[in-house]
């Protein structure tokens, strides 16, 4: 999704929250505690079977299949799944279940996709939101610029599969989340919607949340969309206390232009939300920069209601993407945290205990290296 440190900076100066933005006041007091010498490797990208041909380059989904077993995707160009009978014994499958395909033409929304979140009622049937980039700098005349990050037109788009997660396909209703302007080979930006979370349902609703770096009159940051639990291809943001904003494609005849209303205090992609029960808040990971030393720490915030956030805190002191020390080894990112036995067939609510799941990059010449890992670690939540 972001290839390298430099894009990755650059990508930061969108994804800060506004500074003026005043925090709103810690919520239900729950702290989530990580053991930072509790990493398991659960891909290696050095010596795993396929090898190459995939990175986990998105937040860690998962879902229980009408057998039982546990399907687990960490999203890239060609989606692989990992398999097992439980969410601490995955092993990657090399058989791709959704493959990028790469499409020159804008209005497509299919160039390279991503499966961001996954969502099941039964374990057969999956609705998925894709993550799909637009790169038009691969594709000859179609970008004024040379550059990745000047290229870039980002939607989320609406994918389905029958069987259990094994194969994902588009649904008629492509269109799911993006900005309400066509692709322009002038803009000199990137510009859209990314990286939904995973989804979560409540009330016969489907919840994800979405970031923007902003385009016309929208503000940059986190906006909140839902679908009805039945349809999941309608999704509507939250705007000024209801979910007023339809979500309609820029290539439509009569785009609808109304904006999404940032959420306070998810100045950042969201990885991951979790409701714990016990606690009765909702649990989001999260980055987040530090007001002293302005570096960005991996991070959550608590809400009683998805709309309300804690001022955020730090997860668990490792290097992330954006560490510029060069004596990095590893460095982290795309965190997701999941129940370790799950209370739903969507690893959405949790109790006590879980695990929090990361990419690793390897660090060569003090650069982010195409070798990337994913690796979890327990974490505890205490009121």
């Known amino acids: 999704m972001i ?53 986990p380059d998105s937040p860690l989904r998962a879902f229980v299949r009408t057998d039982g077993k546990v399907v687990a995707v960490a999203g890239y160009i060609t989606n692989y799944a990992m398999q097992g009978n439980s969410i601490d014994s995955l092993n990657l499958n090399c058989r791709p279940i959704l493959s990028s395909e790469e499409s020159s033409d804008d209005a497509n929304l299919s160039d390279r996709s991503w499966i961001a979140s996954t969502w099941t009622p039964d374990g ?70 990314y990286n939904p979370s995973n989804i979560i349902e409540k009330n016969g609703f489907a919840y994800t949340f979405v970031f923007t770096n902003g385009f016309s009159s929208q503000r940059p940051g986190v906006c909140l969309f839902r679908s009805p639990i039945k349809d999941m291809v309608n999704w509507y943001g939250w705007k000024n206390g209801s979910f007023s904003v339809k979500m309609e494609s820029p290539y439509s005849s009569l785009p609808n232009q109304a904006n999404c209303q940032v959420l306070n205090n998810l100045g950042s992609i969201v990885g991951s939300v979790v409701w714990s029960e016990n606690l009765k808040l909702f649990i989001a990971a999260t980055s987040s920069t530090s007001p002293i030393s302005h570096d960005i720490k991996i991070a959550y915030s608590t809400s009683p209601n998805m709309l309300d956030w804690s001022k955020s805190e730090v997860l668990i002191d490792k290097p992330t993407m954006w560490s510029k020390d060069c004596s990095d080894i590893f460095r982290y990112g795309y965190p997701s945290m999941l129940p370790g036995a799950p209370l739903d067939r969507n690893f959405s609510n949790i109790k006590n205990d879980g695990y929090l799941f990361m990419t690793r990059f390897h660090v060569k010449d003090c650069n982010l290296s195409d070798v990337r890992d994913l690796v979890r670690f327990k974490f505890n939540i205490q009121r």
């Open 124 to 193: 057969r049937q999956v609705s998925a939101l894709i993550h799909d980039e637009y790169q038009s700098q691969r594709f000859e005349g179609k970008c004024d610029f040379k550059s990745y990050m000047k290229c870039w037109y980002n939607t989320v788009t609406n994918y389905y599969s029958q069987d259990g997660g094994n194969n994902f396909n588009k649904r008629t209703k492509l269109f799911a989340i993006g900005p309400y302007v066509k692709f322009s080979r002038s803009a000199g930006k990137h510009i859209g919607f």
């Open 3 to 55: 290839p390298n440190a430099i894009h990755l900076i650059n990508f930061l100066s969108a994804v800060v929250a506004d500074p003026t933005t005043k925090s709103l006041p810690q919520m239900g007091a729950a702290k989530v505690y990580v053991k930072s010498d509790s990493e398991v490797t659960v891909y290696n990208g050095i010596t795993a079977q396929c090898g190459a041909k995939y990175k």
